[in-house]
């Protein structure tokens, strides 16, 4: 699978670089305290990050001083599985080098399904912020080196947490969790009664 870069002309529909806070700090905490399993973990919200000025800058300058949430998604990956969507910005904050599959929510059918011939893969240097906009689909980064990846993840607040009410129809059944819509894929391993959408292959780097 061929991957650009984030500094490619091609980038700029999924998203743009943050350029204006100093992430250091939170990298550098990242590092130390997360880890890093064989497969993946996502935690939403992690009170060791929070803590940290990056909270505040982030909350001000890229979301309005909405309220948000810093967690992290860790581990060893290398297959697209799924692909997802929030009706917001998501920030990710390359701790190691990593590669993130993205698409575009406009090219979904309208029975809900999408091609995942159409998906691009870009790399994404460690010590880099990226958003993503909310149109952009994504899910868990790639891993480069075989000791994993490690990313900062900003959404917010509440974001991914489990819903209080069922949802079945159309595409209010693919949202399995608050302010996320999952398309899966058939190989992608994930839960049982997961709603399904992509066509085509799984895509590996």
């Not at 305290?33 to 300058?61: G, H, I, N, W």
Request: charged share 20%; net charge negative; proline share 4%.
């Amino acid at each position: 699978m061929k991957i650009q870069n984030i500094t490619d002309s091609a980038f700029r529909q999924y998203g743009r670089i943050i350029r204006d806070i100093d992430f250091s700090e939170l990298l550098r905490r990242t590092a130390e305290t997360t880890p890093v399993p064989e497969d993946v973990v996502y935690v939403p919200s992690a009170a060791q990050l929070e803590a940290l000025t990056a909270y505040r800058e982030l909350q001000e300058k890229t979301y309005g001083e909405l309220p948000i949430q810093i967690g992290y998604c860790n581990g060893h990956n290398q297959k697209l599985n799924a692909l997802e969507y929030h009706r917001s910005s998501e920030i990710d904050i390359a701790v190691t080098d990593l590669v993130l599959m993205l698409g575009r929510q406009q090219d979904i059918g309208e029975d809900f399904t999408y091609d995942t011939s159409q998906v691009e893969a870009f790399l994404v240097p460690a010590g880099t912020a990226v958003e993503l906009y909310a149109t952009t689909l994504h899910y868990a980064p790639c891993h480069v080196a075989k000791e994993g990846f490690q990313c900062v993840v900003v959404l917010p607040r509440d974001t991914n947490l489990e819903l209080s009410v069922s949802h079945t129809a159309g595409e209010d059944g693919h949202l399995t969790a608050k302010n996320k819509w999952l398309l899966g894929h058939p190989e992608g391993g994930l839960a049982a009664g997961s709603p399904m959408g992509l066509i085509g292959e799984n895509l590996s780097l």
